[in-house]
Nanobody, 121 residues
């Protein structure tokens, strides 16, 4: 069974930095897009950043220039570097990936359990 496990969420002061990680495990044949979303209570989950298997990236306007997404294909892991953090970045951050398992003909839309990022003094 393929799953995503996030780590790295924490309490950090405004202006600080964090690095989130999300590792996919299981019988994985291929991972195409990998993404980070975030959600605060009462609001829709929003796409923060995306990275394709070839390395192309996308960022939400609210995080451009502050966040950086990267991936290690050998480790089936995606990272999100969060710099110059603001209180409005406080949210639960979710990893999402399109994963194809061995002996499967389709890509599954998988989600991690979420990791809390709190930006506060």
């Amino acid at each position: 069974q393929v799953q995503l496990v996030e780590s790295g969420g924490d309490l950090v002061q405004p202006g600080g930095s964090l690095r989130l990680s999300c590792a996919a495990s299981g019988s994985i044949f291929d991972i195409s897009a990998m993404r980070w979303y975030r959600q605060v209570p009462g609001k829709r989950r929003e796409l923060v950043a995306q990275i394709l298997s070839g390395g192309s990236t996308f960022y939400a306007d609210s995080v451009k220039g502050r966040f950086s997404i990267s991936r290690d294909n050998a480790k089936n892991t995606v990272y999100l570097q969060l710099n110059s953090l603001k209180p409005e970045d406080t949210a639960v951050y979710y990893c999402n990936a399109d994963v194809k398992a061995y002996r499967s003909s389709i890509y599954l839309d998988l989600w991690g359990q979420g990791t809390q990022v709190t930006v506060s003094s």
